[in-house]
C-alpha cells in the first residue's frame, strides 16, 4: 500500500511520535541540570552521572538485574524453543491441550496475578519441601515462566513457515533427525531465536510487580530500587540513570535495525542473482 | 544388486532406530516445558484456590491451614469462604473491578482512535520511510516501561515541562493541575500502549489491496465511505489483536495508576498491591486473585481461543 497521505494523517503520526518521544528528551535534559529542583535550570552539568557512579545500591541492584536477566531469557529460550518444536512438530500427544494452554496463559495473565499466586506456590514450597529461598532464584524462576510464553509463540510462528523438505532431504541423505534439525533448520529459525532471547531479556529486566512479590529482602531488582525512589518524587539519579537506559536501548536498536536491512537487502540481490 | 541390497537394509535398520528414538525421545522435548510450566505457572492457582479458604494469621507465612492431620491420622479440613464474602459486602472491590474495566476500556479507545491514523499514514509512506517509522514506534518499547512513567511525570508535574510551557506562553495563570487525576491515568496507560495499539495495525493496513479503494472510488464511493466501507472492515483484525494488547495489560496496571493516578483511581492492581503489602492479608489478595480470573481473565482467554480457532478453520 503505497500512496500519498493526507496532511491529517502526517500530522497526527507527527503528533503521536512527539508524544513518544518527549517525555524521555525532557528526561535526558533534566539529567544535565546541575540543580536538584526539577523546576530550576541550575546550567550544564554532568554531577548525577558521577553521583550515579558511585552509588553503590543502584549499581548492585543492576548488576542483579542483569544477572537474572541473563539467566531467566536464557533458560526461557531453551524451555520455549522446546515447546515450540513440540507443538509444530508433533501433532498429537498427551497433554498438547495441557502445553498450548499454560504457553498462551501468560500472555493474557496481568502480570499482578502471576506475582501473587507464584509467590504462594514459592511459600508453600519452602514449608512443604524447604526450596526455595525467595530471592535471585524464585525471581529467575519466574521470570522464565512468563518469558517462555513469549519465546514459544515467536519460535512457534517462526517454525511454522519454516520448509520441513529441507530437514527431511537432509534425512534422506543420511543425517538423522536431530542432525538434520540443528544443521538445518536451527540455522534458518536462528533470527526468532535471537529476537525471542532479547524480548525476554528486556521484559526480564523491566518486571517490577512479579519480581516484587516473589523476591526476598535482599534481593532488590533495579527496577524495584527505582520503583521505590521515584515514589518519593524526583530523583536526579534516576534520570542519569534513565538517559543512559535510553542511550544504550537506542544504539543497540538502531544497530539491528541496519543489520536486519543490510540483511534483507543482500538475500534481496542474492535472489536477483540467482534468478539471472 | 547385492551392494544396493545392503545399503537398504542398514538403511533401514537406521530408519527403524530412528523411529524408536523419535517415538521416546519426543517425550524429551516435551517434558521438560511442560514440567516446568505446570509447576510454576499452573500449580500456583491451585495454591492461590486453597490459600482463598484460609483465614488471615499473625504467622509466617501470614494465613492459617486449610488442612491438617490430626494426630489420630484423620484428615482435617476447614474451608473458609469468609474471604469471598468479604468480596461481597465490601464494596471496594467491586467498584475497583468496575472502574478497571472502564479505565481499559476507555484507553482502549483512545489508542485506537490515536493509533489508527498512525498506523494508516506508516502504511501509506514509502517503503524505506516504513523500515525507519518501524524502529522508531519500537524503540519505546525496548526501553524501561517504568521509566517511560516516571518521564512522562516530567512533562505533566505541577511544576513539569508542560504547565512551564504554557505559564510562559501566557495560556494560563495558574499550573494545570494534571498528577493525581483520572486524566493523568488515561495519559499514562495511552503513552505506555501506543506501540502496541499501532503495531498490529500497520501490519494488518501494510498488507491491504489498494486496488480495492480504487474499485470503490471508481464506483463513485467517496474517499470517506471507501474507508468505512472497505478499509475498516478489512483492518478488524488489527483492530482487534491491537485493542487486546493494550487492554489486557491495562486491566491489571499497578505501576501507572500508582505513580500518576490520584487516591480515587483504584484499580484492581493497586487494591491487590495494597491489601498484600499493605494489609498483609493474603487470604484476601488470593480470594481477589481467583475472582479476577475467574471474571476476566477467563473470558479474554475464552475469547482469544475461539478467535484463533476460527482463524484456523
Known amino acids: 500500500m503505497e500512496s500519498r497521505s493526507s496532511p491529517f494523517l502526517i500530522s497526527v503520526l507527527c503528533l503521536g511520535i512527539a508524544f513518544l518521544y518527549l517525555p524521555m528528551a525532557v528526561l535526558v535534559g533534566y539529567s544535565f541540570n546541575a540543580s536538584a529542583m526539577a523546576s530550576v535550570w541550575g546550567g550544564f552539568s554532568t554531577h548525577w552521572y558521577t553521583e550515579l557512579l558511585q552509588n553503590r545500591q543502584i549499581l548492585g541492584a543492576a548488576r542483579l538485574s542483569l544477572e537474572i536477566a541473563v539467566l531467566s531469557s536464557t533458560g526461557a529460550l531453551l524451555l520455549g524453543t522446546l515447546a515450540a518444536v513440540a507443538l509444530v512438530r508433533f501433532a498429537k500427544f498427551r497433554g498438547r491441550l495441557l502445553l498450548t494452554g499454560m504457553v498462551n496463559a501468560p500472555l493474557v495473565m496481568p502480570e499482578i496475578i502471576t506475582g501473587i499466586t507464584q509467590l504462594l506456590l514459592f511459600v508453600s514450597m519452602l514449608q512443604l519441601i524447604g526450596w526455595p529461598t525467595r530471592g535471585i532464584t524464585t525471581v529467575v524462576l519466574a521470570h522464565i515462566a512468563f518469558c517462555t510464553a513469549y519465546v514459544t509463540v515467536t519460535v512457534q510462528s517462526r517454525l511454522q513457515t519454516a520448509d520441513r523438505s529441507l530437514e527431511e532431504a537432509a534425512m534422506d541423505l543420511g543425517a538423522t533427525s536431530f542432525q538434520a534439525f540443528v544443521d538445518v533448520t536451527l540455522p534458518i529459525i536462528a533470527p526468532a531465536l535471537l529476537s525471542s532471547w532479547l524480548l525476554s531479556f528486556t521484559l526480564s529486566l523491566d518486571d517490577l510487580v512479579i519480581s516484587s512479590f516473589v523476591s526476598g529482602p535482599r534481593a532488590s531488582t533495579l527496577p524495584m530500587v527505582i520503583y521505590s525512589k521515584v515514589k518519593l518524587g524526583v530523583s536526579p539519579d534516576v534520570n542519569a540513570l534513565a538517559s543512559l537506559i535510553i542511550a544504550l536501548v537506542g544504539t543497540c536498536v538502531l544497530v539491528a535495525g541496519y543489520v536486519v536491512r543490510r540483511g534483507e537487502r543482500q538475500r534481496l540481490a542474492e535472489a536477483q542473482s540467482a534468478a539471472g | ?313
Request: glycine share 6%; net charge neutral; aromatic share 12%.
Open chain 2, 1 to 313: 544388486m547385492a551392494a544396493t541390497g545392503a545399503t537398504d537394509v542398514t538403511h533401514r535398520q537406521r530408519r527403524s532406530l530412528r523411529g524408536l528414538v523419535e517415538r521416546h525421545g519426543r517425550w524429551l522435548i516435551i517434558l521438560p516445558p511442560l514440567l516446568f510450566l505446570f509447576v510454576f505457572f499452573l500449580i500456583p492457582f491451585c495454591f492461590a484456590l486453597k490459600i482463598s479458604f484460609a483465614e488471615a494469621a499473625l504467622r509466617i507465612p501470614p494465613f492459617s491451614d486449610v488442612y491438617s492431620v490430626t494426630p489420630d491420622h484423620k484428615l482435617h479440613l476447614v474451608l473458609s469462604l469468609a474471604n469471598y464474602k468479604y468480596l461481597l459486602t465490601d464494596e471496594v472491590y467491586a467498584v475497583s473491578y468496575l472502574y478497571s474495566i472502564k479505565t481499559a476500556f476507555f484507553s482502549t479507545l483512545l489508542c485506537l482512535l490515536i493509533g489508527y491514523p498512525m498506523a494508516y499514514a506508516m502504511a501509506r509512506a514509502s517503503k524505506a520511510t516504513q523500515s525507519i517509522l518501524m524502529l522508531v514506534i519500537i524503540l519505546p518499547f525496548w526501553t524501561s516501561f517504568l521509566l517511560r512513567v516516571y518521564a512522562l511525570e516530567g512533562v505533566i508535574r505541577d511544576n513539569g515541562l508542560l504547565n512551564d510551557a504554557l505559564l510562559w506562553l501566557g495560556v494560563i495563570h495558574e499550573p494545570l493541575k494534571i498528577m493525581r487525576t483520572t486524566f493523568a491515568v488515561y495519559l499514562g496507560i495511552v503513552y505506555s500502549y501506543l506501540p502496541f495499539m499501532v503495531l498490529p495495525l500497520y501490519a494488518t493496513l501494510e498488507k491491504l489491496d489498494l486496488t480495492l479503494l480504487e474499485a470503490a472510488s471508481d464506483l463513485g464511493s467517496r474517499p470517506w465511505r471507501a474507508f468505512l466501507d472497505v478499509t475498516l472492515p478489512l483492518s478488524m483484525p488489527g483492530v482487534i489483536a491491537g485493542s487486546m494488547l493494550v487492554f489486557i495489560p491495562a486491566i491489571g496496571e499497578y505501576v501507572i495508576p500508582a505513580l500518576l493516578g490520584g487516591p480515587d483511581n483504584l484499580m484492581i492492581g493497586r487494591v491487590l498491591w495494597d491489601e498484600f503489602f499493605a494489609n498483609h492479608d493474603w487470604p484476601v489478595a488470593a480470594a481477589v486473585s481467583i475472582a479476577f480470573l475467574v471474571l476476566l481473565v477467563g473470558p479474554i482467554a475464552l475469547h482469544q481461543h475461539y478467535r484463533v480457532g476460527q482463524h484456523e478453520h
